[in-house]
């Protein structure tokens, strides 16, 4: 259950005027708008990781939040398992979101968070245990948010999105701010997460090597309005190595080229 079809979607935000005039296009919208999404047709499937890729303020957390239901697009449609996307709210998606974290709950309260309505108090505090156990927390239980390192903090996040077994996880720019070796393990651990679980995931990330290396399928924005300038499935088995193979180091290049970066570093 995870399949997201996005239809000929456009977004635009207005500012001033709001009345129609001559050669305003109403998919777009009227006056001084901005436009950020200019006919975006995409389809992920059923547990598919998808990576997306695009230039600083192009468009994609704009994108993310349409397809979680947080805001309606101008124009086109969204669909999840056929059922088109109205608003926010369902069980299915969860947005994982850094300082998402509540800081005057403890680990173990805000990776219980999504489990409040299960009945049985004891699965429920076995399946925390679980999940606090499994991005290597158990010992902070009991530890404010303030008390953690910044890993240790999105690592929790991980664990909280995963207890609640959403049909679809969001993640925008989940590694955004950690050092090297902490970014290396998150990623590890989401690649991982996402072959344990198989539940449909999209990244948005700055990171060409994190498209590569974690996706299922890469998708490349255009500047803004953005478009989908490259929708590729990655066919390459993992783990996967830029020295050793040769095709994905060529593509690796031509996303830094399409991206315009003239040479890949
Ligand atoms: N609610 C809003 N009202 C007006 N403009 C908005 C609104 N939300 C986003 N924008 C504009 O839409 C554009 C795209 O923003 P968005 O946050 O989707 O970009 P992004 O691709 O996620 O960028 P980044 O990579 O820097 O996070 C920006 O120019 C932003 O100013
Ligand atoms: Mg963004």
């Known amino acids: 259950m995870g399949r997201i079809v996005i239809q000929n979607v456009c977004q635009a935000y207005r500012n001033r005027r709001r009345q129609n005039r001559q050669g305003d296009d109403p998919a777009i919208g009227y006056g001084d708008s901005i436009r950020v999404l200019d006919h975006v ?6 547990g598919e990781m998808v990576c997306i890729l695009g230039p600083s303020g192009c468009g994609k957390s704009t994108l993310l939040r349409i397809i979680a239901g947080f805001e309606p697009a101008s124009a086109g449609s969204v669909s999840i398992d056929g059922r088109r ?3 926010p709210g369902s069980d299915h998606i969860f ?3 850094h300082n998402g974290l509540l800081p005057w709950m403890t680990v173990q309260e805000n ?3 999504g489990l409040r309505r299960m009945p049985d108090a004891e699965a429920r505090a076995e399946k925390i245990s679980e999940h606090i156990e499994m991005v290597e927390l158990d010992g902070f239980e009991h530890h404010y948010p303030h008390q953690l390192s910044g890993g240790m903090q999105r690592r929790a996040e991980l664990a909280r999105a995963l207890a609640v077994n959403p049909d679809i996880l969001i993640m925008d720019e989940p590694f955004s701010g950690l050092d090297f070796l902490t970014h290396m393990k998150m990623r590890e651990e989401v690649v991982n997460m996402h072959e344990f679980i198989g539940k449909t ?6 990171d060409i090597d994190d498209a590569l290396i974690m996706g ?11 478009r989908v300038k490259m929708n590729q499935s990655l066919d390459f088995s993992r783990p996967r190595d830029f020295q050793k193979d040769p095709k ?3 593509l690796r290049r031509d996303i830094f080229l ?6 890949a570093v």
Not at 201 to 206: D, G, K
């Open 85 to 87: 996307v109205e608003r």
């Open 95 to 97: 947005v994982f979101q």
């Open 111 to 113: 990776v219980g968070l």
């Open 258 to 263: 399409m991206l315009g970066v003239a040479y």
């Open 41 to 46: 047709d995409l389809d992920f499937a059923d």
């Open 201 to 206: 995931t999209i990244v948005v990330t700055h």
């Open 216 to 226: 299922d399928r890469i998708v490349v924005m255009s500047e803004r309005p953005a």
């Open 248 to 250: 994905l180091n060529r």
